[in-house]
């Protein structure tokens, strides 16, 4: 007895519509599923990620319009005042002055320099790197050993050294940031341009009569960008971290410029006795960070939806 | 006697692999008249890919000359070249990795035309129209990105891309290997009238002997970088003189005529183990 | 103890069938959806015989193999239906597959060049597989060696001993692929599942790993599910075709009725997009014998092996 369906004697198209069986999809496997578990992490990382970041960014970016009192003025018979006191919020440090404002201004300069660094990080790591990629050669080959002696150095102490030479201005330390970050990028960038360059949509710009450096921008390029992007996001994070160990340990810019590593070295000498001034400023810090990190995660892990059918 | 549209003489190709060079086209010489088509055929390693590339210049041959249409392109500068490039183009095997996924189908299929100097953006719209048309596509299709299309969708627009130059020469690399079967006849009538209607010269590259029955005027059959027999598609493929001719195409499967259940006899003298 | 089964002898259908599959059904869990994959696909396969699913990409012909092997990923494929292995129910019970998968039934996959371990010999490989099988045991190096060899005979490969050692990136994808056979043989199974085992191979590698496959089912009665695409590989190798489309069979029958009398539109038209090669003249011509390859003198004679 034949179990097959379909026999030749029932040709497919005549009268009779198969009913289609019902699914066998249960709840449990919807739930268990490993599609649903990877948007359901995208979806709450990119929602934690998304609120931590604007929790920290939109006071920083409104704290010039806000009721708070002026960073540096100092009020010395209300020194040293614990969170919730008086009106200040976070409390006031040694010299009376409001932590809060002074964490909201300090954040402004600390955000602004992290945000130039990864665009001029991400800027040369993104052309350097595609030039390595994409020539090959020679250029690959001086491109790469920079990276990797780059990378090879102690960063700190760089970074401490150029400022040591140059000075801790604003312009310097934001360079300086960009200089240590864009390694990451252009590595990243290289491989991307590797595996790209291989593919079939080169060759055919290149029959077409491109020059190489108009594949590199017109077609590679475009191709690689999102993802180092993403990259790029994920080291704002970074180039803050790295921002605030600077002024913390003197090296950032200097007075009246109240950055966050340098409120927290203020603080230093108050840890046991006035807590809130070395981790209130740290909580923020780590909001963000962890906030921009989620973000980036989220953004990377999000389902793509497929189009099809022209 | 006319003289052949394309005209290969003793193409040689190296590669440099760690510890000497690799001979990847050892002397081999053919010609194509104009509106004909040859048809490349051999196994992996045969070195039919790199003919194709070497005709596209993608590599530049150790020796030997390729004459287009009267000029040997074969070790002329890149900046001589530019301009010859549009008059011939290829069409690649892999509809995946052929198509740049940031652009737009309008934007894939006009970029030739950019090149050739067509300002108006207008224009460009009006010529790319027209050439997803003559591809059998929707011009609605034009504002759609390669991941929203088919394989077989996807190499009409790769065919429209090659056609947009107006060559008069066009390599198809495999083009129809990567398609499911249906999709494959459509697309070997699509380029049969586009032949037809243009009188462009075809290099057709394939493992498959039906398809290159269907499609070809001349076949040339490659073995390990040698030319193993040259002749018109009856001759080859229905009284191949070389052995190596014969057992393409006694490993050839055509499900119509073979007769009784299991027939073994078919594949039993490709039993011993090729290594 | 082989049981020889001439090949033009359709089998008996009298015993309990190798593999049994009622209302088969595959559903994917996705990022678009839920995907029906497999929609309610019935069919057997007894001994002897050779039972192949042919379709276009994205039939889910390979989804219906994978299925019923239970290869496919627990948090993304939902099965459903009923799969008999040699009267062993696998799909009441998820884990029943462990004792037939490897046993019973044997799968030679699709791409040769990937499916095997890049950093183990092929010596490694196979013993591996042979002490699984239960065949012989760790500690037996001699019989674990005997038994690779005498597996590496039966797919032809030559100096088998020295192939041993070799490593998959040393091999071509034909010898890999025999290697592969080997390996699924190592365990005696009763049904090979061959996931498109030639897709991947030149034409005249294929000839050879199917005459391989064809050999091994006359001289052991094995059952062969064959996936593939292509018409004239299933023409050679079938007893019985499925035509699938969508998840669904669209035809079935016996190889030369669906080959010469087409009942459907889309078996139809399948037949009609495969470029008809024709007749040609198979006498060997003594006079025009130029050896560009290696040939054997005593294949003149079509049938006739040393």
Known sequence: MSLDTATPSQPAGASQVRQPSPSAVTKADLARAAATRRRKAAQWKLVVGTICTLLVIIPIILANVLPLPDANFQDLAARRLPPLTDGHLFGTDQLGRDLLSRVLHGGQVSLTIGLLAVLVSGA???????????????????????????????????????VALFGPTIPVITFVIAIAQWPEVARLTRSMVLVEREKPYVSAARILGLHRIQILIQHIIPNVI?????????????????ESALSFLGAGPQRPFATWGRIISDGQAYITTSWWMVTLPGLVIVLMVVGVNLLGDGLRDRPRRKKKGA | MTKPFLAVDNLVVDYHVPGGTFRAVDDVSFSVDKGKTIAVVGESGCGKSTIAKALMRLITPTSGSITLDGTDIAAMSEARLRPLRSKFQMVFQDPYGSLDPHMTAQEIVAEPLKLQGIRSKAERHKAAATLIDQVGLPVKSLDKHPAEFSGG????????????????????????????????????????????????????ISHNLGVVQEISDTVMVMQRGKLVELGTTEAVLTSPKEDYTRKLRRAALDPTTMTGLKPRHVVRSLALANS | MAVSNSSTQQPKFTEQPLLEVRDFQVELITDAGIIRAVDSVSFSIHRGETVTIIGESGSGKSTTAMGILRLLPEDLAVLSGTVVIDGVDISADPKAIDKVRGRTLALIPQDPMTALSPVHSIGSQLFEAIRIAGAASAKDKGALQARAVRLLEQVHIPTPEKQ????????????????????ALASEPQLLVADEPTSALDVTVQGGILDLLLELQEQRGIGILMITHDLGVARLISDRIHVMKDGSFVESGEVQQIVDHPATDYTRSLLAAVPVLGPWDETPAPAARHSAATTNPALTQTGAKP
């Not at chain 1, 999102?226 to 996001?233: C, E, N, R, S, Y």
């Not at chain 2, 495999?174 to 070997?188: K, M, P, Y």
């Open chain 1, 124 to 162: 040369i790591g993104v052309i350097l790197g595609s030039a390595a990629g994409y020539f090959g050669g020679w250029v690959d080959t001086i491109i790469s050993r920079l990276l990797e002696a780059q990378m090879s150095l102690p960063l700190l102490m760089m970074l401490l050294l150029v």
């Open chain 1, 226 to 242: 999102k993802q180092a992007t993403l990259v790029v996001l994920l080291l704002l994070a970074q180039a803050v971290l790295l």
């Open chain 2, 153 to 204: 969708q996807r190499q009409r627009i790769g065919i429209a891309r090659a056609l947009a130059s107006k060559p008069e020469l066009l390599v198809c690399d495999e083009a129809t290997s990567a398609l499911d079967v249906s999709v494959q006849a459509q697309v070997l009538r699509l380029l049969k009238s586009i032949q037809d209607d243009t009188g462009i010269t075809y290099v057709f």
């Open chain 3, 164 to 183: 041993l050692k070799k490593y998959p990136h040393q091999l071509s994808g034909g010898m890999l692929q025999r290697v592969l056979i080997a390996i």
